[in-house]
């Protein structure tokens, strides 16, 4: 069983950085390794988006589309991960999720956090 919480702020201005983090729960700390823990976002009028996504190890893989604004990163000592989207501007305005997946991809998505919804506004 893996549980995943994201947390941070709902509001951000533009050309700011979003900052948000999701804790991981699991039955064992070997769990952290078996995974991608990835971000997507969901925008009105658009399906998912791939974000990225971190491995245990430290290794990080990014979209293409983002890769320029974004760093994700693992925290052991917390047993978190986190997403740092920089410049964020309104078309960033989405719902935010944390996930656990066996690619680095949208494939086989096994575990979602809730979601944060997210708007960029002065």
């Known amino acids: 069983q893996v549980q995943l919480q994201e947390s941070g702020p709902g509001l951000v201005k533009p050309s700011q950085t979003l900052s948000l983090s999701c804790t991981i729960s699991?039955?064992?700390?070997?769990?952290?390794?078996?995974?991608?823990w990835t971000w997507i976002r969901q925008s009105p009028g658009k399906g998912l988006e791939w974000m990225g996504a971190?491995?245990?190890?430290?290794?990080?893989y990014y979209s293409p589309s983002l890769q320029s604004r974004t760093s994700i990163s693992r925290d052991t000592s917390k047993n978190q991960f986190t997403l740092l989207l920089s410049s964020v501007t309104p078309e960033d305005t989405a719902v935010y999720y944390c996930a656990g997946a066996p690619f680095p991809s949208l494939s086989g998505i096994t575990w979602w956090g809730q979601g944060v919804q997210v708007t960029v506004s002065s």
């Open positions: 699991t039955d064992s700390i070997t769990t952290n390794y078996y995974y991608y």
């Open positions: 971190v491995v245990w190890r430290g290794s990080t």
